[in-house]
Structure formats: C-alpha cells, structure tokens
Nanobody, 125 residues
C-alpha cells in the first residue's frame, strides 16, 4: 500500500502564505492525479487542487489565483503553495491521489484511492 506523508501547514494571519508538501512512499499507478482536499469542522471534505502526472491542473474556484499546485514526479511529491490566505481557508488539509478523471476526482472525495493523514492549516483574522 502507498503511504502519503504530508508536511507543512501551521498557523498564519490572513493575507499570509503557507506551503504544504506530500511525498508518496513509492510510485504507483494510483498516483496519476495527486493533490489536496480539505475539511473544516462541521463541513464536508472538499477538493482544493489536483495535478496530473503530465502537469495539467485543476483548482476549486475558491482558491484560484491564490493557490498553486506543483509536483516532482522523480520524488513522488506534490506541493501546494497557498498565498493570500483567508480565515475561510482554515481546515485540515489532506493529500490525495487517484486515477479518476481530474474534474470528477476534485468534486468527489469518494473517488480518491490514497489519503494522507492530514495537516492543519489555521488562518486568523
């Protein structure tokens, strides 16, 4: 089984920046799409950003223009640079991987094949 290990996150004031990274324990076909979901207390898990192995990306409307996803296939690692953070970005962020078409995967957490353990992002106003 592939393990996804996240790092980064933490606390920041609104308008600040944070970065997340996630490394897979080995390469695997389920890592074709990698990215991030988040879940705030009392809310459903939602897709944030995904990136395909060949580099195409998809973002939730709420983070477009503020977050940037990238990946290093040689290192089996995906990154999320988060700028202009808002209090509503506060959530547990989960690394995710799957093979479903990116648009479907971003909207349907149930299609995710691999999950990380999560890392907390807290944005204060």
């Amino acid at each position: 089984q592939v393990q996804l290990v996240e790092s980064g996150g933490g606390s920041v004031q609104a308008g600040g920046s944070l970065s997340l990274s996630c490394t897979a324990s080995r390469d695997d076909s389920t890592l074709y799409y990698m990215g991030w979901f988040r879940q705030a207390p009392g809310k459903e898990r939602e897709g944030v950003a995904l990136i395909a192995r060949e580099g195409s990306t998809s973002y939730a409307d709420s983070v477009k223009g503020r977050f940037t996803i990238s990946r290093d296939n040689q290192k089996n690692t995906v990154y999320l640079q988060m700028n202009s953070l808002k209090p509503e970005d506060t959530a547990m962020y989960y690394c995710a991987a799957g093979r479903a078409p990116m648009g479907y995967l971003l909207a349907r957490p149930g299609l995710v094949r691999q999950w990380g353990q999560g890392t907390q992002v807290t944005v204060s106003s």
